[in-house]
């Protein structure tokens, strides 16, 4: 199946600094990647639509300034958490989305721990 | 808006019991249904999926789920859990929003199946 690959696996940065995380696709193309942001016992919970060569689309109450995110090519989307506070530590997903059999498929990266201290 | 609702947020089982896992959603389009589970530590994998065809699906590990759509629901079993079953189960629905398919997640379910 699809495989999905994020980096770092996990991060600890200090206030005030920025952070990257990078979502690839390894075997397949993908218009469209989504970040996600999961809390301790939490769900998954939307942060942004990825989409390649245009701007991205955030879910409500999501700061665009302070997550950036950039879709350049078709295997690779980033996000880029500006200006880090101890509030953003999370575990970060993303996920890229595949045609499948007439329809669409999420496959999932293995996620990201951003401890900010 | 849409909405997926898991109603049990923590389960406990013996090894053998048989289990249900509730999931009902919001939504009326039409919808692609998820079932994923993620172990300790580890990263959302795929149990099952329903696109369209025979509303009772079977996925890996011997889990299956059937979409019944009078009720809005995604329910997912499997007869006789293991310990290695542990982990949290979440339900998901796909759902055209704003010209793009997006995934709502519920709350998941935290199972714990004890030896």
């Known amino acids: 199946g699809a495989v999905v690959s994020q980096h770092p696996s996990w991060v600890i940065c200090k206030s005030g600094t920025s952070v990257k995380i990078e979502c690839r696709s390894l075997?397949?193309?993908?218009?469209?990647m989504f970040w996600y942001r999961q809390f301790p016992k939490q769900s998954l919970m939307l942060m942004a639509t990825?989409?390649?060569?245009?701007?991205?689309?955030?879910e409500q109450g999501v700061e665009k300034d302070k997550f950036l995110i950039n879709h350049a090519s078709l295997t690779l989307s980033t996000l880029t958490v500006t200006s880090a506070h101890p509030e953003d530590s999370s575990f970060y997903i993303c996920?890229?989305?595949?045609?499948?059999?007439?329809?669409?498929?999420?496959?999932f990266g293995p996620g990201t721990r951003l401890t900010v201290t | 808006a849409q909405s997926v609702s898991q109603h049990n947020h923590h389960v406990i089982l013996s090894e053998a019991a048989s289990l249900e896992l509730g999931c009902n959603y919001s939504?009326?389009?039409?919808?692609?249904l998820f079932w994923y589970v993620q172990y300790p530590g580890q990263h959302l994998q795929l149990l099952l999926k329903?696109?369209?065809?025979?509303?009772l699906v079977k996925g890996i590990k011997g889990f299956e789920a059937e979409f019944i759509k009078s009720k809005f629901s995604f329910n997912l079993r499997k007869p006789s859990v293991q310990w290695s079953d542990t982990a949290e189960y979440f339900c998901?629905?796909?759902?055209?929003?704003?010209?793009?398919?997006?995934?709502?997640f519920g709350t998941g379910t935290r199972l714990k199946v004890l030896a």
């Open positions: 329903y696109f369209s065809g025979d509303p």
């Open positions: 990825s989409n390649e060569g245009s701007k991205a689309t955030y």
């Open positions: 939504y009326g389009g039409t919808v692609n």
């Open positions: 996920s890229a989305r595949a045609p499948v059999g007439g329809s669409y498929e999420q496959y």
């Open positions: 075997d397949f193309q993908a218009t469209t």
């Open positions: 998901a629905v796909t759902a055209r929003t704003s010209g793009t398919y997006k995934y709502i």
